[in-house]
């Protein structure tokens, strides 16, 4: 049990870390229009640009990764920050998730085998985490 509870710890801190640090990076121009296809193409999100600029609109999404990231931490001690992290990082991941269906030119044929934009495929493993957070945070947080 006890090396479930440290891997458990390890995923939220892990993923909160990475949500930070790409939070951060939103703010860049350089990452805000390396998003630009993502969320332009994407049926979840591309209506951001209807009201926001590019730069705006990454500076928006970084902001709620980046509280998302400090939720998480939070999560450890506050089953209620565990909630609301749980539920803002499955809106995250399976908005990003969902890039692989609607961005043009993400899968591509090498010697027969389709393969993608990988990057994106690690979001399945942080969904998970926040799914955990999520059920994990309903009874206690810490555990």
């Known amino acids: 049990m006890k090396i479930s509870n440290t891997g458990y710890k390890v995923g939220v801190w892990a993923t909160a870390i990475v949500l930070i640090w790409i939070g951060i990076f939103k703010f860049t121009p350089t990452e805000a229009m390396g998003i ?47 909630k609301i992290a749980g539920i803002l990082t499955g809106v995250i991941f399976i908005t990003t998730l969902s890039f692989l269906l609607t961005t043009p030119g993400t899968w591509k044929a090498v010697d027969g085998v389709p ?6 495929l690690k979001d399945l493993a942080y969904l998970g985490v926040g799914l955990m957070v999520f059920e994990r945070s309903g009874s206690t947080a810490g555990v």
């Open 115 to 120: 393969v993608t934009d990988f990057f994106v």
């Open 36 to 82: 630009k296809g993502y969320v332009g193409n994407s049926f979840l999100i591309s209506w951001i640009y209807k009201i926001l600029s590019v730069g705006a609109a990454s500076m928006l999404i970084g902001t709620v990764e980046i509280a998302t990231g400090l939720l998480l931490v939070a999560s450890l001690w506050n089953a209620k920050a565990g």
